[in-house]
Structure formats: structure tokens, C-alpha cells
């Protein structure tokens, strides 16, 4: 028996989200009386340090035809590691890509699959998890019945301690055809050098009340001086001022970061849809009556044109 | 070519989520149903790919005979007919079943749905299904167009998205923006009454998670607020009493 954690990478790295699996899955695993196993799927780095984050041992499968997320091909190898591991749970963070892929790994094992797991699993009376649903609206304690289960935690839900603890690597050679390639990635495109949405720990987003995709640059220098990443109102991704995998709310991404500042959106109930796990909203809105502020930690009524150069002064002089 | 798109039948996006029955039922007193919006952008396409290339289109929904209205408009937007397979949709796998379970009877090209859906906010049926066909399973897809028997796909990924490609049949999850929202006309709503609706009893029915309770997130405390012409404390405050920077 063993808890299998599946780590997801980002050109060869351990994504944040994915090491907070990790940790996760170690203490799943303590709590089990069992040993937790991380999953890296091609080629990557510093596997041995896994072992700060509770991994006891690492699988590796360096085929660098997994270096790009290929749905079936990772479902197809993530089961022959859970067979292999004899995994009674398997972990992962919850992503684009590994929503789709856990639910192949579901299908495949006939494992029961609980998403957006935001706290341990309850083992008192079986195994029950607490799930965030209806768009963090609400909460389901959610029993995993099957034999084999699978959790997809959101992101922000486990303090992660590190230690200098080093995994042992075995690697691990799965059984993939030419049908788990079957769909071709025909090519890429990706924002460099800026903070992923998902993945971030701070958020600034700004809403229709920027007027234009000319005034983003407010937005893009307070988040620069905060290290955090842009976010928009659905809108603004709509009237093309602002990239899709912006988007924040009920049809977008949905971000739990420490701290999501919100500039010039209303605060729409689907807008809050996407925010309401955030630690800390602050809310700068001209409008007073706004909805947003009824859902935020801190306030500022004003121009956004006014307040954010202040707010970048600020943060330059004090970071 | 024959398309399938799997509705599911969900509370407005507005709603006010309560629960009734000692926390283990959503209360739908005055709730309004809707097709899940990603569910939504999945028809809208599969209408144009219908315009486009002449397809048979069905709709499917796993639900109670409470969904009949949600099926109808999307009878009313372009579907040709509807299945709607008799159970209360309450674990992932089971749904997946179900649907794979038709497929394997109609041999469908394309099977759409969305993403995921509003109330579980899952986004494993696509998944499972996929598996249980062994045929690939893509999300989320942006964009789909056809040449032939190859789909041309673009899915969102992490800052960016991804292009692909595919031989038919495929299972797709889909999101915005890969069609504009449709609104049923006059003629479409008069012919949806008449077009078919068949009802079938659930197949294998076994279910691997059950939701025992729910509950309702800690109200929110009062929001504190700054003059703007103090704007610059905020930094202060966020790094010395929210701990957050
Ligand atoms: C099915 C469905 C799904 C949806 N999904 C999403 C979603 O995922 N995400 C999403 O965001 N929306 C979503 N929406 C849309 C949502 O209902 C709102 O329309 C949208 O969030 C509004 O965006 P906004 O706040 O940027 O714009 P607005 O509502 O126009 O608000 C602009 C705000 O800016 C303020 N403002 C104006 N000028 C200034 C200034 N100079 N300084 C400071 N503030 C200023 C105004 O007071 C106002 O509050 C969805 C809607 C539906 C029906």
C-alpha cells in the first residue's frame, strides 16, 4: 500500500501547486501507516529534493515524449504507477491539465475521483473528504467509496513545511503505444517571464473600469512590485483587452492566492465565483456601493488612476 | 456525422446556494435551472458544426424528468432529438457511464460537454467517458474546427494555450471562447416540443463517491477601509496585520 503523488512540472520543475500535493500526500500518508511516492513524468530536476516535501521515494519516467502534458499518455502511465505502487490514493494538484488526466486515471482504475479537496481526508467513519463546490459557494463532505481513490486538491489548502530530507529516485519504465500519442500538439504559445495565474500566491486584476487595454500599465507595474500575477474581469478578456487564461470567475480561472486585488470590477457574483477561496481581497473601486466591497478584507474608494501609482510607490519602497 | 452533447442541468449562476434537509440536499426553492454555461458554449459550437458540415445532433442529460425544460431549449437552439437517462446525477463515474453507455450503442464522431459542471465543478465526466470508450479526451477546448475526419483544436493551458490535432472520434470538454451563446427563436422553441425525447433507465448504475453533507462557507467579516488619500498605508497594513506580502 502507498499514497502515489503525481507532480506536475514546468520546464523541468516542480509546479508550486504540485509540491503542496506533496506535502499533502505524505501526511495522507502518515495517516494511513503508509508511505507517500511522488510521480515525475520527463525530464526534470533536483527529483532527490521531493524528499523535503515528504516524498519517500521518487518514480521517475524520463521519456521525453512526456515533456509535454499528452493527456492519454500521462492517464496511461499514471495507472501503471498506481498498479505498480499498489497506491490506495493517489494526489494530485488540480490543473488544466491534471483534472482531465485524474479523471482518465478514474476511468481507467475505477478509482473514485473527489475534486477540489480542500482539507485531509476525514478517516473516522471510512473516508471523507471536504470539497469546495458550486464555485466555492459551498462545501460537500464527500465519502470516497472505491477501493482505489483519487484526490485533486485546490491550491492554498496545506501549509507546506520543508526539510533538508532527500528521496531515494528509482526509475520507472511504463508501457506506452504509439495510440497514447495519438493527438498531436501541433504547437504552443505561452506568456514567459510573468507569474501564472494559477500558480500564484498574489493576484492583481483589473475590470471594465480601466477603460481600455491601453491603461493595463498600472495593473502590470503593481504587480510587478508585488511579484504577483494579472488577472481580468471576463469583459475585458471578451473585448480582447486582455488574454483569455486571464480571465477570473465562474467561466474562468479560479485562483486561491494569499492576497487578489481587485481594480475597477464590481464584483459581479460570477466574477466572485472565481475569488471567494482568495486569504485576503482588497477591493479599489470609485463606485462606493460597488458589490465587491461586501466581499472584500480591505477597501479603497477612489480612482483606480489616482490610487494605483501611490500603491506601487508604496509597495517599491516597502518590499 | 453524428454529435452528442452531454447537458447538465444546474443552478442559474447567480443563485444564492442554501441547503435543506439537516445540510444533505441543495435547497431549490426558487432556484432557477439552467444548462451549465460551459455546456452551453459546447452546443453553441456543435449548432455551427451542424450548419456547417449537416450532422445529426443529440443532446443527453443524466436527470430527474425536472431537467425536461433545460433539454427542450436545447432542442430549441438546433438539436435534432434528445436522450434523457432517468437518475439523479450525483457521482462522477456513474454519469460517465451512462453516457459511454449510449455512445456505445450510436458510434457518435463528437462528443461535446463543458468543461465542467457549475454545481460539482468536477470536470472529470469528459475523462471517464473517453476512457471508457478508448478514445482521447481533450479540455479545455477553446477551439474546434473540422477538416475531414481530423479535428483542429486549441486548448488553454497554463498563460497560454496549446494546438492540436486529432482523428475523429474525440471527447471534448469546452469553454469560452470557442462559440458565442445562442438564443433559441420562435420557430425553434415550436419545433422542440415535437421533437423526440427518449427516456431510458440508467444502465449499471454504481456509484463511487457519495456527498454525506454540505455546508455553507463562514460569513465574511467587515471590510476595512482606507481613504484614498491614504491609499499608501494599504501596503503596510497587508504586510504587518493580514500577513500577506
Ligand atoms: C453565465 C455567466 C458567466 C459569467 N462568468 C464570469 C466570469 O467568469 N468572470 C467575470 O468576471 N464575469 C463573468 N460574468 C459576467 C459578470 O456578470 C459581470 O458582467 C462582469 O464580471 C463585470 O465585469 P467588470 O466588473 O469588469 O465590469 P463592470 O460591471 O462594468 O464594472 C466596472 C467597475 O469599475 C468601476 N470603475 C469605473 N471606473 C473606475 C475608476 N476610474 N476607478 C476605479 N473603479 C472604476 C465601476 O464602479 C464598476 O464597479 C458572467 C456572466 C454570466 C451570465
Not at chain 2, 470536470?123 to 479540455?139: A, F, K, N, R
Not at chain 2, 504586510?239 to 500577506?244: F, G, L, M, P, Q
Request: with cysteine; aromatic share 6%; glycine share 8%.
Amino acid at each position: 500500500m502507498s499514497v502515489l503523488i503525481f507532480v506536475e512540472t514546468a520546464e523541468g520543475k516542480a509546479k508550486s501547486s504540485s509540491l503542496e500535493a506533496v506535502a499533502y500526500g505524505a501526511k495522507v500518508a502518515e495517516m494511513l501507516g503508509t508511505s507517500a511516492t511522488a510521480l515525475v513524468l520527463g525530464d526534470a530536476q533536483d527529483l532527490e529534493g521531493l524528499g523535503g516535501y515528504g516524498a519517500n521515494k521518487v518514480l521517475h519516467v524520463a521519456d521525453s515524449r512526456l515533456n509535454a502534458g499528452v493527456i492519454q499518455a500521462y492517464g496511461n502511465v499514471i495507472a501503471q504507477a498506481v498498479e505498480k505502487e499498489n497506491a490506495q490514493v493517489l494526489v494530485v494538484a488540480k490543473s488544466a491539465l491534471a483534472d482531465t488526466v485524474a479523471a482518465r486515471v478514474a476511468g481507467k482504475l475505477k478509482a473514485g475521483l473527489a475534486s477540489n479537496v480542500v482539507a485531509l481526508p476525514d478517516l473516522s467513519n471510512g473516508f471523507v473528504v471536504r470539497r469546495s463546490i458550486y464555485t466555492g459557494k459551498a462545501f460537500a463532505n464527500t465519502a470516497v467509496t472505491s477501493d482505489k481513490k483519487i484526490l485533486a486538491i485546490k491550491k492554498n489548502i496545506y501549509t507546506v513545511t520543508v526539510t533538508d530530507a532527500k528521496a531515494s529516485v528509482e526509475s520507472f519504465n511504463a508501457n506506452l503505444s504509439d495510440a497514447d500519442f495519438g493527438v498531436s500538439i501541433t504547437s504552443t504559445e505561452k506568456a514567459t517571464g510573468t507569474v501564472s495565474l494559477p500558480e500564484a500566491n498574489l493576484v492583481v486584476s483589473g475590470g471594465r473600469g480601466l477603460k481600455g487595454p491601453e491603461n493595463w500599465g498600472v495593473i502590470e507595474d503593481l504587480a510587478k512590485a508585488l511579484g504577483a500575477a494579472t488577472g481580468c474581469s471576463k469583459p475585458v478578456s471578451d473585448l480582447h483587452w486582455r488574454p483569455h487564461h486571464e480571465h477570473v470567475g465562474q467561466t474562468g480561472v479560479k485562483v486561491s492566492p494569499n492576497l487578489y486585488i481587485a481594480v475597477g470590477i464590481s464584483g459581479a457574483i460570477q466574477h466572485l465565483a472565481g475569488v471567494n477561496s482568495s486569504k485576503c481581497i482588497v477591493v479599489i473601486n470609485s463606485d462606493p456601493e460597488a458589490p465587491f466591497f461586501q466581499a472584500a478584507d480591505y477597501g479603497i474608494v477612489g480612482d483606480a488612476f489616482q490610487i494605483l501609482p501611490k500603491l506601487i510607490e508604496a509597495a517599491k519602497a516597502k518590499l | 456525422m453524428k454529435i452528442l452533447v452531454c447537458i447538465t442541468h444546474v443552478p442559474d449562476t447567480t443563485t444564492k446556494i442554501k441547503f435543506t434537509n439537516g445540510d444533505t440536499q441543495l435547497d431549490a426553492n426558487g432556484v432557477q435551472f439552467i444548462a451549465g454555461p460551459y455546456d452551453d458554449y459546447a452546443l453553441s459550437r456543435a449548432i455551427e458544426l451542424k450548419e456547417q458540415f449537416g450532422a445529426s445532433l443529440t443532446v443527453l442529460n443524466v436527470g430527474t424528468a425536472e431537467t425536461e425544460p433545460t433539454i427542450r431549449k436545447a432542442l430549441a437552439l438546433g438539436a435534432d432529438d434528445a436522450i434523457r437517462i432517468d437518475a439523479e446525477p450525483t457521482d462522477a463515474y456513474f454519469v460517465a457511464e451512462q453516457i459511454a453507455h449510449i455512445c456505445k450503442q450510436n458510434n457518435y464522431d463528437l462528443i461535446l460537454m463543458g468543461r465542467e459542471s457549475i454545481d460539482f465543478n468536477g470536470g472529470q465526466v469528459h475523462g471517464i467517458v473517453g476512457e471508457m470508450l478508448g478514445v482521447p479526451s481533450l479540455s479545455p477546448i477553446m477551439k474546434l474546427d473540422l477538416e475531414g475526419n481530423v479535428a483542429k483544436m486549441a486548448r488553454e493551458i497554463e498563460g497560454g494555450k496549446e494546438y492540436l490535432e486529432a482523428k475523429l472520434p474525440l471527447v471534448l470538454g469546452c469553454q469560452e471562447p470557442i462559440a458565442e451563446w445562442k438564443i433559441p427563436n420562435m420557430r425553434g422553441i415550436m419545433s422542440a416540443r415535437t421533437k423526440p425525447l427518449q427516456v431510458i433507465t440508467p444502465a449499471n448504475p454504481q456509484e463511487l463517491t457519495k456527498s454525506v453533507r454540505f455546508e455553507l462557507p463562514p460569513a465574511k467579516g467587515a471590510c476595512k477601509m482606507i481613504p484614498a488619500d491614504q491609499a499608501d498605508t494599504l501596503i503596510d497594513l497587508l504586510k504587518n496585520e493580514a500577513k500577506v506580502l
